[in-house]
C-alpha cells in the first residue's frame, strides 16, 4: 500500500483531485506514469474541454514534496485508478521546461507494469476521464508538444533499458535513450564525439549464451521456464552473460549448466554465434555451445531451480517443432545439423545461416 499523506498542502492529478501548491523554492515535479500491458499498450486519458474537444494525456501527479516523486505517483495510481504500487517500475525519462520566466516544471515519466488481461480490466478512471488503451504510435501523436516528445523518448528508454535526458521534450547531446540515430551516425562520421559521448550514445547489445545438450540419439534436451506456463513454450538451457563480472560465453555456459541443471560438466564446442535484430529493443548476440551429451547417470543427477524452470525433457526433431518458438527452433537445427556434420561454427542471423 503506498504511503497516504493526509497532511500534506494540497496537489494536483490528472485524476482530477485538488491538492497542496508545491514549494516555492524549488521548482514543481510533475511524476507521470507510463502504464503499459502485456501486449506493448499505454494506458492514455481524455478529458473533455469546456470550449470542445479534448485534453489528452497520461496518468500523472504534481508532487507535493512531502514524499519521493514516484511515492506520490504509487499513491495516485492506485486511489484513482486501482493499479497496486507493485507495478511502478522505473524512471525512464527527465524533462526540465521552462513554462515562464518565473516558472520551470521538472517532469519525470515511469514505468507502470506491464499489466496482465486481468490487471488491465481491473484499472478504473476517475469521473470526467476516458481511458484507452493503444500502441505507442497511435499514442504519442495524440499528445501535445513537448509531452508526445517525452513519451517517444520514454518509450525508447523502455525498449532499450536505458533513461532519456530532455530539455523541454528535446533529446539531450549525451542521454544515454532517444537520441536519433542518423545524428549520432553523422557525429560519428564527423569525429564529433569524445570517447564518453561515444560509448553512451552507440546502440547496445544483449549478449547471451544458450547450451545445446543431447542423448546419445541426437536429441536435444529442452527446459521450460516458469515465466512461460500460460504459453507452453520451451528452450535451450541457457541466459545472459555477467560481463560485468568478467565472465565470457564459455564460462556463462558452465555456470548455465551448474545453476539450471545442477551438472557441472566440461564445455564442448562453439556451434553458432546468431545475430537477432530486436529494434527497436536491443538486438541479441547468441553464443550456443555442445554442452555434452547426457548418459542415464547425467539425467539422473538433473535438478531444476523451481524459481527458474518447471520441468526438462528430451525433444527429437518433431517434437521441437511443437515446443519452441522461432528463431530458437532454427537456431535449434542449425546447431544439431553443425553437431552431426562435425561442421561450425556458425554465423547465424535470427537462426538462420549467413551467406
Known sequence: MPAQNQTHPARRSTAGAAEPAVRESSPPVLATALVVDTQGRMLVLSMPRPTGGAVVCLPSVQATGAHAPEVELADTLY????????????????????????????????????????????????????????????????????????????????HTGSIAHLAAGRVQFGSPAGFPPTQRAQLEESWALDPDLHQTLRP???????????????????????????????????????????????????????????????????LAVDWTNGTPQLSRITYTFHGATLGEHDLARIRLNPREHTEWRIASGDDSKDLVREPLLRRLDACLTALWNNTGPLELTSGTPSH
Open 204 to 270: 547496445k547489445v544483449l549478449a547471451e549464451t544458450n547450451v545445446l545438450l543431447t542423448d546419445p540419439a541426437g536429441h536435444a534436451l529442452l527446459l521450460h521456464p516458469t515465466s512461460s506456463a500460460l504459453d507452453q513454450t520451451w528452450h535451450l538451457p541457457g541466459s545472459g552473460i555477467d560481463s560485468d563480472t568478467g565472465e565470457g560465453p564459455r564460462e556463462a555456459a558452465r555456470r548455465i549448466l551448474r545453476d539450471q541443471l545442477n551438472l557441472d560438466l566440461p564445455v564442448g564446442r562453439l
Open 79 to 158: 486511489s484513482r485508478f486501482g493499479v497496486h504500487p507493485q507495478h511502478l517500475k522505473r524512471l525512464l525519462a527527465v524533462d526540465c521546461e521552462q513554462l515562464s520566466p518565473i516558472l520551470t516544471v521538472v517532469s519525470h515519466l515511469h514505468l507502470v507494469g506491464p499489466l496482465d488481461e486481468h490487471q488491465v480490466r481491473a484499472v478504473t478512471t476517475p469521473p470526467l476521464l476516458t481511458g484507452r488503451w493503444l500502441a505507442p504510435e497511435a499514442a504519442i501523436p495524440l499528445l501535445p508538444a513537448p509531452a508526445a516528445s517525452r513519451l517517444r523518448a520514454a518509450v525508447t528508454a523502455w
